[in-house]
């Protein structure tokens, strides 16, 4: 995302839409009564006597609307934004309804009554944080799973299935999976410009795969990590390991993952913590919220049953006492768990007696 201007003075920012990652942080940061302007394409009636005879043709225009509704829905590319118009050419009349479909390279301006301090930090991660890009792979004798992290999680990738030599057959096969899976590592490596290449199995298996990788350029990128078995529920487990957070010691998926297992180790004990909508918002009013979390499955559905008010209260109540708002994505099994609690919980800056 690019920060094309910001006047916090007026409460506008500009932006310009570079990744569909950017598309997830705004569906996070704009909400109902914000003011977003800019350039749209908008269908216009010419006066041809009867309705029957009308003639409909799409124009772009400048408008600004007030918004009352955002939607995405992750892997559709778009992210529309839609509300009452407030400012735009005369032939267009104000308090008729239009949807910005913001998509790539997408400029527009968003205008709030004041900027929380989660969402500017949101801002600035997405305009200033480098996506560090990882492709991990999870394999072993037979079977490899590869799967590229994104902002909002990871994407899975692709299955392998090698044909090899089963232990208790006499007949020999001559199998190029490694081969294969080395293959496609160094297509992923070019069509991505990796920075890390995971490399996970249980046992031996990864430093067999490695032992394969020739291109000198691929072994400075791989980094070595442990899983119990093969499957897509492996690469959770890889993201949790001390040696895959060592080497994406930055990156916002790994973060969410760790910040949601303290909060489950943090109930598991009867800590200082609590979930759930009731309980945690009971604590933003005490201020005794030191870390909030809330999904982004149970933002998208809060605004889908028009309950979303409640919740951007509570939100802004643990922002205003200095608490650190997290928007944790449900792509990833911290994100799930987090749903299974009702999609919120917090750590709290002291016990409190319910």
């Not at 490899?144 to 096969?173: C, N, R, T, W």
């Not at 081969?179 to 590592?185: A, Y």
């Not at 490399?199 to 899983?227: H, R």
């Not at 008010?309 to 006492?321: C, G, I, P, Q």
Request: a neutral charge; hydrophobic letters at 35%; aromatic letters at 8%.
């Amino acid at each position: 995302m690019k920060l094309l201007h910001k006047n916090l003075k007026h409460q506008t920012v500009k932006i310009q839409v570079d990744t569909l990652d950017d598309l997830w942080y705004l569906s996070a940061i704009i909400e109902e009564k914000d003011h977003v302007e800019g350039i749209t394409e908008r269908k216009i009636k010419l006066d041809a006597g009867s309705d029957r005879d009308q003639k409909v043709i799409r124009k772009t225009v400048f408008l600004e609307i007030a918004v009352e509704k955002v939607e995405f829905h992750k892997y559709s590319n778009i992210l529309r934004v839609s509300g009452k118009i407030t400012n735009g050419p005369e032939d267009i009349q104000r308090g008729n309804y239009h949807t910005f479909n913001v998509e790539l390279n997408t400029i527009f301006t968003i205008r709030k009554e004041s900027w929380l301090k989660y969402q500017l930090e949101k801002l600035k991660e997405a305009s200033e944080t480098k996506q560090a890009k990882v492709v991990i792979c999870i394999v072993d004798r037979d079977e490899a799973h590869f799967a590229i992290l994104k902002k909002y999680g990871y994407e899975y990738l692709l299955q392998m299935q090698g044909d090899v030599q089963k232990k208790d057959s006499p007949e020999k096969i001559k199998s190029t999976f490694y081969s294969d899976v080395v293959k496609q590592l160094e297509e992923y490596d070019q069509r991505y410009h990796l920075d890390k290449i995971v490399l996970a199995s249980p046992g031996f298996w990864k430093e067999y795969l490695q032992e394969q990788i020739k291109n000198k350029a691929i072994t400075k990128k791989i980094v070595l990590a442990t899983c119990s078995d093969v499957s897509k529920r492996a690469f959770e487990e890889v993201l949790k390991r001390q040696e895959t957070v060592a080497a994406l010691r930055d990156d916002r998926v790994v973060k969410e993952i760790l910040l949601t297992e303290e909060v489950m180790k943090e109930i598991v004990k009867e800590g200082n913590v609590t979930y759930g909508f009731k309980e945690t918002q009971k604590a933003a009013e005490a201020g005794a919220i030191k870390e909030l979390l809330v999904t982004d499955t149970v933002i998208q559905k809060t605004r889908q049953e028009e309950t979303f008010a409640k919740l951007d209260r509570l939100m802004k109540n643990a922002d205003h006492s200095g608490a650190a708002v997290h928007i944790i994505s449900s792509d990833h099994d911290g994100g799930q768990k987090l749903d299974g609690l009702g999609g919120i919980a917090a750590i709290l800056r002291y016990k409190m007696s319910w």
